[in-house]
């Protein structure tokens, strides 16, 4: 089977980050090497996206929500793809090195963009109405939210931001919760 080709060029953190997305796809990347991102790197990662584009994809722990909070903060409107603390895991870590090749290419196909939230579509009154927060069982249901939405765990507060900046339809909320139910 053929690689898929990505064009814009994905941000990682590592060396074996990029060895394992090139086992997965045909790309270029950038690499932040480490937590603490420098301005040589933020100014390579703007011509990439004035240029091909650009989409982050860092490991899902704290190091990879730092990099990817300091990426989004100087470039808002960047391309965001996840993949799932649990399928980022193995014996020997946390990291995209250890996703598989089908997580590493899911990943990539459902890239999501920041929009700026003008009118929040998602607010506090929903997020309890679904019980996303002040349950007993939120976590677990953000966690399954999260999840089926490929946008990384979240805890309440960020998960309500991320549904409006992602515009991420009421509807659609819905329906994945409404899954929760069926297996209960």
């Known amino acids: 089977m053929d690689k898929p080709v990505i064009h814009e060029v994905i941000i990682v953190e590592g060396r074996d980050d990029t060895r394992r997305l090139k086992e997965a796809l045909v790309c270029e990347t950038i690499e932040t090497n480490g937590s603490a991102i420098n301005e040589r790197t933020m100014q390579e ?16 722990d704290f190091p990879g929500h730092k990099i990817r909070t300091a990426i989004l903060k100087r470039f808002p409107h960047i391309k965001e793809a996840f993949i799932s603390r649990k399928k980022a895991t193995s014996r020997r870590g946390i990291g995209i090195e250890h996703a598989s090749i089908e997580d590493i290419r899911s990943a990539l196909k459902n890239v999501l963009v920041n929009h700026e939230v003008e009118v929040e579509t998602v607010s506090t009154e929903d997020m309890q109405l679904w019980q996303l927060s002040g349950s007993e069982d939120s976590k677990a249901r953000r966690e399954h939210l999260t999840a089926r939405l490929n946008i990384g765990y979240a805890n309440a507060k960020q998960l309500k931001n991320k ?7 009421k509807e659609e909320i819905t329906s994945i919760l409404s899954e929760l139910k069926k297996d209960g």
């Open 45 to 60: 990662i703007e011509v990439a996206l004035k240029t091909r584009g650009a989409i982050i994809l860092t490991d899902p």
């Open 163 to 169: 549904l409006n900046r992602y515009r991420i339809e």
